[in-house]
T-cell receptor, first 114, second 117 residues
């Protein structure tokens, strides 16, 4: 059973700052790691994914994956008030039948104040 | 684009009764559907993983007898909460993926919020 832990539980940053969110998982054989953004009253929306060790950049987002330490982080450069949301880390494991089972963390609540 | 619609958005049922929620994928073929519950304590629990034309796999603590799921085609899935009680309250989310590759994006609906009186 994959375990996914996120930290911090909540994060408050000023507009323009870097927001850094962390996620640890329990199984180095996990296939992929996704970060989702969830605004109040809405379902999670996929932001960025990473499959190989190293980093990946998309716009203001950078994600770092270190399989050896079972750690992945998401960094949001130049944070904006519109980035305020809950960020969920999801780790996928291959299961029987060829499907992938995503396990989610509890999320980090990010507030960016003007 | 790929969208997932869930309905109803909110529902209230009496303790011991049942309610059915639906999930519709638009713009892609939902070969795989995952049903989750997001509880008031913010825990994000996987209920079951469904692939068209394959058996539905339920997670520990969730059973077909309590949460029967139907996934008859590539655009639709439904789940029923039978004999709902207070502990079944929460936001039920449907995540659909077009393909079984972990690199395929999981698209979520806005959820069905269940309240139990």
């Amino acid at each position: 059973q994959e375990k996914v832990q996120q930290s911090p539980e909540s994060l408050i940053v000023p507009e323009g700052a870097m927001s850094s969110l962390n996620c640890t998982f329990s199984n180095s054989a996990s296939q992929s790691i996704w970060w989702y953004q969830q605004h109040p009253g809405k379902g999670p929306e996929a932001l960025i994914s990473i499959f190989s060790n190293g980093n990946k950049k998309e716009g203001r987002l950078t994600v770092y994956l270190n399989r050896a330490s079972l750690h992945v982080s998401l960094h949001i450069r130049d944070s904006q008030p519109s980035d305020s949301a809950v960020y969920l880390c999801a780790v996928s494991m291959k299961v029987s039948g060829g499907n992938y089972k995503p396990t989610f963390g509890k999320g980090t609540s990010l507030v960016v104040h003007p | 684009g790929a969208l997932v619609y869930q309905y109803p958005r909110r529902t209230i049922c009496k303790s011991g009764t049942s309610m059915r929620m639906e999930c519709q994928a638009v713009g892609f073929q939902a070969t795989s559907v995952a049903w989750y519950r997001q509880s008031p304590q913010k825990t994000f629990e996987l209920i079951a993983l469904s692939t068209v034309n394959s058996a539905i796999k339920y997670e520990q603590n969730f059973t077909q007898e309590k949460f029967p799921i139907s996934h008859p085609n590539l655009s639709f899935s439904s789940m029923t909460v039978l004999n709902a009680y207070l502990e079944d309250r929460g936001l039920y989310l449907c995540g659909a993926r077009g393909g079984q590759d972990s690199q395929n994006t999981l698209y979520f609906g806005a959820g069905t919020r269940l309240s139990v009186l």
